[in-house]
């Protein structure tokens, strides 16, 4: 069955780093582009990154444009965040989803989110 396993996420200090994981199963991931949203509380769900299927394309949020890097390693089935210079606005349940349009591999599925919190 389709599993999209995420880690990584935590307490941390502004300034500081995180690199959250997701893990994907049960589906073939290489068709999929993969995206990272996250929503912080009382607001809505926002996307923060986007990465195609072969990864050779990216897009951000502004919000986080410069301080993120979506990358995945089509290999190990995973797609990553990394997270550089966080702000306490970044605080957020982050959510990893996989996403095809494609009629042979039409699909939207999505992880159980990781809390993020910046704060000192």
């Known amino acids: 069955q389709v599993q999209l396993v995420e880690s990584g996420g935590g307490l941390v200090q502004p300034g500081g780093s995180l690199r959250l994981s997701c893990v994907a199963s049960g589906f073939t991931f290489s068709a999929y582009a993969m995206r990272w949203y996250r929503q912080a509380p009382g607001k809505e769900r926002e996307l923060a990154a986007h990465?195609?299927?072969?990864?050779?394309?990216?897009n951000y949020a502004d919000s986080v444009k410069g301080r993120f890097t979506i990358s995945r390693d089509n290999a190990k089935n995973t797609v990553y965040l990394q997270m550089n210079s966080l702000k306490p606005e970044d605080t957020a349940v982050y959510y990893c989803?996989?996403?095809?349009?494609?009629?042979?591999?039409?699909?939207?599925?999505w992880g159980q989110g990781t809390q993020v919190t910046v704060s000192s």
């Open positions: 990465i195609t299927r072969t990864g050779g394309s990216t």
């Open positions: 989803n996989a996403r095809s349009m494609t009629t042979m591999t039409k699909g939207d599925y």
